[in-house]
């Protein structure tokens, strides 16, 4: 295990469509986050976990996303009811020590509604 | 609230030339300051980063950046640019608010090294 992982890489949905985006950090790392990133722009925070426990949600994290991290292992992150407005790149991102270490990100997920 | 800026959407250089990407920050309190590089379709890749000591912080790939107090910023350099340094590229500073530790991006910068 040398890095984090997403799967899928790539998802196209039609819309109205329910998602489910998963990320397995790196073992030892307690703290886990998810961003978005649309085109053009810099990656924005969506949520953070502490091992199992959701700490911080952003206001982008509308009713209709849901994350989860059991056991405080892998992480999912689920969106219902898909929109356009909701294709962009799903990045996952694991620390152990908050920030000093610096921050492993993953390949990310990207999501098309169409 | 902690924010970083990146005054450039595009740099271009030719190869064998040096590489300036800029940064600005504001933070309360003292910074920790990343950059990131991202090739496309492909998540992030760490850099380096200031968190103290020396003002000059060396990094991945011959990238090196100066922190500069006095004038909040945290420009990315490279000696010579290749080519496969042609990829966008993300300050960042963490936020010391609440309890998450988060990163705060800028907008990026899209570096385009011509042969």
């Keep these: 295990d040398t890095g984090v992982s997403q799967n899928p890489r790539h998802k196209i949905t039609k819309r109205g469509q329910n998602v489910t985006f998963r990320c397995d950090p790196i073992s030892e790392h307690n703290r886990l986050y998810w961003y978005r990133q649309t085109l053009g722009q810099g990656p924005e925070f969506l949520t953070y976990f502490q091992n199992e426990a959701q700490l911080e949600k952003s206001r982008l994290l509308s009713d209709r996303f849901s994350a989860e991290r059991p056991k405080g292992s892998f992480s999912t992150l689920e969106i219902q009811r898909t929109e356009q407005g909701d294709s962009a790149m799903y990045l996952c991102a694991s620390s152990l020590v908050p920030g000093e270490d610096g921050y492993t990100f993953g390949s990310g997920t990207r999501l098309t509604v169409v | ?115």
């Design chain 2, 1 to 115: 609230a902690q924010s970083v800026a990146q005054p450039e959407d595009q740099v271009k250089v030719a190869e064998g030339n040096p590489l300036t990407v800029k940064c600005t920050y504001s933070v309360s309190g003292n910074p920790y300051l990343f950059w990131y590089v991202q090739y496309p379709n492909r998540g992030l890749q760490f850099l380096l980063k200031y968190i103290t000591g020396d003002n000059l912080v060396k990094g991945s790939y011959g990238f090196e950046a100066e922190f500069n107090k006095s004038q909040t910023s945290f420009h990315l350099k490279k000696p010579s640019a290749l080519v496969s340094d042609s990829a966008l590229y993300f300050c960042a500073v963490r936020d010391h608010g609440g309890a998450t530790n988060k990163l705060i991006f800028g907008t990026g910068t899209l570096l385009a090294v011509q042969p």
